[in-house]
């Protein structure tokens, strides 16, 4: 605490005025301090408010982002699923196709078996046959 000296009327005026001004200057001083601080307490609040806005952004952003991967995922999963499936039923075609003319060839080859067979007996037959004209040929007499 601030000490003045006495005089006839009080306290000595020139110190009191000096004090005054004194206390004035720092007042003002704070008072100046005060504002920038309320400025840059302003500016913080303001870029707070951005950096907030940002984060809401940035986590909408993940949801977003992770709902469309959960998204692509089942459709993935989807796709792939009816991809098996097709695949599945394209291979039952396949073996089914490959089956079929398996069987068309067994039943071609039992025909051409039996048709050998056929060939076989008629040239036996015809073999036969001359077989017997030759040897009705040894019959004749020639004289």
Do not use: C, P, W
Not at 16 to 22: A, G, L, P, Q, R
Not at 31 to 44: A, P
Not at 109 to 117: E, G, H, T, V, Y
Request: glycine share 0%; charged share 35%; hydrophobic share 35%.
């Amino acid at each position: 605490m601030k000490k003045f000296d006495r005089s006839i009327n009080g306290y000595n005026i020139d110190q009191v005025n000096k004090f005054v001004d004194e206390v004035v200057t720092e007042v003002d001083q704070m008072v100046v301090k005060i504002r920038e601080q309320s400025l840059e307490i302003q500016k913080l609040t303001s870029e707070l408010e951005h950096y907030k806005k940002l984060d809401d952004t940035i986590n909408k952003a993940v949801e977003i982002a992770s709902s469309s991967a959960e998204t692509i995922k089942d459709s993935s999963k989807t796709e792939s699923e009816l991809i098996l499936i097709n695949a599945k039923k394209n291979a039952n075609r396949i073996i089914n196709d490959a089956l079929t003319k398996a069987e068309h060839i067994e039943e071609e080859s039992q025909r051409m078996r039996r048709n050998i067979i056929t060939y076989k007996r008629r040239i036996k037959d015809l073999m036969d046959q001359q077989a017997d004209i030759i040897d009705d040929l040894d019959k004749i007499d020639l004289q």
